[in-house]
Each structure stands twice: as C-alpha cells, then as structure tokens.
C-alpha cells in the first residue's frame, strides 16, 4: 500500500503516509523533514498541487478515505439493491507559504 510523492517548483517533496496517518514537506535538496501533519487515519493517495488562478497561492491537497489505506467499499447494498454503499472521507487543503509557491 504505498501512496506517491508530488514535488512543488519550491523544491518541496510532500507525502501523505500510509503506513504512519501523517502528512509531511520534506526538503527536496537535503531529505530534511520540514513540516508534517496528523491525518485522521492512512491515505493511499498522491498529493495533489493546486495554484489558486486568483492570488497565485499554492495549495496541497490530500484526501483520506474513510477507514484509511484502501478505499473500503461497503458489503451492504441500498434499498433498491443496485449499488454498494460508499463510506465517506476526508479533504485535507494546506497553503503553502508565499516564498515556496510554485510560479
């Protein structure tokens, strides 16, 4: 169960654990963890980057599924038997710092 890294023009590495429910910046030129997160609990999910068309300002977002690690279907099906119920889940938007935004 791994989830991938995505790296911002600000030379930031930023994963989201599986393993560990944490999300993390870590420095991409000397492997230094900068700032790290708690997340309710493991997202198997690659960070997105999003750059506001606006005010220019970076955005990391981070989802994690209900449950954690795989996204878990429910067994139980609906009232009108035809699809599976889905749990909920969690997003997660940070601002990156201006001096780090990705131009």
């Given amino acids: 169960y791994t989830a991938g890294s995505m790296v911002t023009g600000g030379g930031l590495i930023f994963n989201a654990g599986v393993t560990d429910s944490k999300v993390r910046a870590i ?16 997202s198997t999910a690659t960070p997105m980057s999003y750059v506001s068309p606006k005010s220019g300002r970076q955005y990391v977002i981070v989802t994690v599924p209900e449950g954690g690690g795989i996204l878990q279907l429910e067994t139980q099906v609906n009232e009108g038997g035809e699809e599976p119920e889905v749990g909920g889940g969690w997003v997660y938007a940070y601002a990156l710092p201006e001096s780090v935004n990705a131009p």
């Fill in 27 to 42: 420095d991409v030129l000397n492997g230094q963890e900068l700032w790290t997160d708690e997340l309710p609990a493991a």
